[in-house]
Each structure stands twice: as C-alpha cells, then as structure tokens.
Nanobody, 118 residues
Framework: QVQLVESGGGLAQPGGSLRLSCAAS????????MSWYRQAPGKEREFVAT???????SYADSVRGRFTISRDNAKNTVYLQMNSLKPEDTAVYYC????????????WGQGTQVTVSS
C-alpha cells in the first residue's frame, strides 16, 4: 500500500519561507496529479496548488505569486515552496496524490502544521 509522508512544516515569521515535502512510498503505483490542500481550525479544507504529471501548475488565488509547487517523479515527491508567508497561511497542510497504478485511488498525507506568527 502507498503511504504519503509529509515534512517541512513549522514556525515562520510573516514574510518568511518554508518548504514542504511529501514523498510517496510503498507498492507499485503510477502517480498522476499531485496537490496541496490546507485546513485552518474551524474551517473547511481548501485547495492550495496542484501540478499535473506533465508539470502544469495551478494555484489558489490566495497563494499565487507566493507559493510554488514542484515535483520529482523519480522520487515520487511533491514540494511546496512557500514564500512571503502571511498569518492567514497558518493551517495544517495536506498533500494529495492520484494513484492510477491499480485502479483509481486518492492518497492523502498525514498533514503538517504551518504556523506563521511573529
């Protein structure tokens, strides 16, 4: 079974930067799109960014120009470079991957806390 392991969360000051990573491991699979979502306390999970297998990216309006999503297909890893962080970026960030290796599966990471505060 495939597992997604996230890392890179933590505390940053407003205007600072963090880089999140999410690596897939486990059984044989074929990964399509990779995405990041986030959820703040008391709020619904929201889309942050996605990158297709071909490298096409999409961003939520709230993060466009500040965040950059990238992927390393050889490592089955997706990254989220977060710059110019704002307090409203504070949330638990979850990675998501679509596995086409054996049917269709939506895979989620365990979540990593990002806190932006002075």
């Amino acid at each position: 079974q495939v597992q997604l392991v996230e890392s890179g969360g933590g505390l940053a000051q407003p205007g600072g930067s963090l880089r999140l990573s999410c690596a897939a491991s486990g059984s044989i699979f074929r990964i399509g799109a990779m995405s990041w979502y986030r959820q703040a306390p008391g709020k619904e999970r929201e889309f942050v960014a996605t990158i297709t297998s071909g490298g096409t990216t999409s961003y939520a309006d709230s993060v466009r120009g500040r965040f950059t999503i990238s992927r390393d297909n050889a490592k089955n890893t997706v990254y989220l470079q977060m710059n110019s962080l704002k307090p409203e970026d504070t949330a638990v960030y979850y990675c998501q991957m679509i596995d086409y290796g054996l049917g269709y599966r939506i895979l989620w990471g365990q979540g990593t806390q990002v806190t932006v505060s002075s």
